[in-house]
């Protein structure tokens, strides 16, 4: 695996904030030679708004990064129902909306 640089993390972050809503139950992120793919895990089907909001994310990253260091970037909007234990985090997570189990155990 692949761990994220912490600048990185920061620039995502950044660019990130207003743009995280309900329906995103996690954002994960994968970097390597230059490349970055960011992928928004839903709990319901992607809709337009989604791809808007990751593009914006995306081009602020680029901004604030710079194109020698981050060459390439790939989004990526998907629904997914598993727990967030089983979904391909990439490189790491960069938010995980918190989910409870409202199941009862005895």
């Known amino acids: 695996m692949n761990k994220l640089p912490d600048w990185l993390v920061l620039h995502i972050w950044r660019a990130l904030l207003g743009e995280i809503y309900p329906s ?39 901004a604030a990064a710079g194109s020698a260091i981050i060459k390439k970037i790939s989004v990526q909007c998907v629904l997914e129902t598993a727990p967030l234990r089983d979904i391909n985090h990439l490189s790491g997570f960069i938010y995980c909306r918190r989910e409870y189990d409202m199941g009862t155990e005895t």
């Not at 030679?33 to 960011?38: C, V």
């Not at 319901?44 to 990751?54: A, G, K, L």
């Open 24 to 62: 995103i139950r996690a954002i994960a992120a994968g970097f390597e030679q230059g490349e970055l793919t960011i992928r928004y895990y839903l709990d319901r089907n992607p809709c337009d708004f989604d791809f808007e909001s990751i593009e914006v994310v995306a081009t602020n990253i680029s």
